[in-house]
């Protein structure tokens, strides 16, 4: 599910969240995710939040992972039981090009296959519970698909997905 397109005014917003030392605006983008009633029902039904993983030169890059502070900006109307998890998905370091701006989705599925990984100290945490996903913009949806297939593998009963911005489908390239 995606609150918004990713198109004028959003898509500026979230280039400045994303690449130009923005993290504050996590705050101010996460109101249209909370602004939607399907959206917040999907926080209430969950049982963990896990924000899509970033590579470690990513991170070291940009200082923070950005859809870790989005799930942050809607945790609110998150269900009491529910949590927050960093811990359990975790993001290889191999994948082909860090890079998918360009690339259609048989591209970006064969990158991503091998994406994530579920850190074997964390299973526990998965048997049998409704998992949400949580990103900032989805293209193709191969890293959403990647990280749920990993996570349904290791005992998610129900893996959601939620994103902040959607690219229009005409708008990627069938590469």
């Known amino acids: 599910m995606a609150a918004l397109d990713y198109a004028y005014p959003w898509d500026n917003l979230i280039a400045q969240f994303k690449y130009r030392d923005q993290p504050a605006l996590a705050r101010v983008l996460g109101r249209p ?11 209430r039904r969950c049982d963990s939040i896990i924000p899509i993983p970033i590579s470690t030169a990513k991170l070291m890059r940009r200082g923070y992972n950005q859809s870790l502070l989005l799930a942050r900006a809607v945790s609110p109307a998150v269900s009491l039981g529910a949590r927050i998890d960093v811990e359990v998905l975790i993001r290889t370091e191999n994948t082909l090009n860090p890079a998918q701006t360009n690339q259609g989705r048989s591209d970006r599925l064969a990158q991503m296959r091998h994406a994530f990984v579920v850190d074997p100290t964390q299973i526990h945490r998965l048997g049998g519970r409704h998992v949400l996903l949580i990103d900032d913009v989805m293209t193709t949806g191969a890293t959403l698909f990647s990280a749920a297939r990993v996570l349904r593998q290791a005992g998610a009963a129900q893996v959601s997905a939620l994103v902040l911005a959607r690219t229009r489908p005409d708008a990627v390239s069938s590469g």
Do not use: H, S, V, Y
Not at 33 to 43: K, Q
């Open 33 to 43: 995710i909370l602004a939607r009633a399907d959206a917040t029902e999907l926080l």
